[in-house]
């Protein structure tokens, strides 16, 4: 899963995005560019309620990642 951050989100919002990931025992990784900053969401994330994140403050879209078949 891929969480992309509204460009120009406050750190607040995306500490929270991160608290709300990592206290469900997901590993994450943070990219950050000149003005959106995307985050990789590493684990089986079919727990997640992609609706849920999307509400989280200064997300701009979810993506999720469908496996191989």
């Known amino acids: 899963m891929i969480i992309i951050m509204k460009k120009n989100s406050p750190e607040d919002s995306l500490d929270h995005v991160k608290e709300y990931l990592i206290s469900r025992n997901f ?20 727990t997640l309620d992609d609706d849920r994140i999307a509400a989280l403050p200064d997300v701009h879209q979810v993506v999720r990642i469908k496996p191989e078949e």
């Open 27 to 46: 590993d994450i990784h943070q990219s950050t560019g000149a003005n959106r900053t995307i985050i990789g969401v590493i684990g089986d994330t079919n």
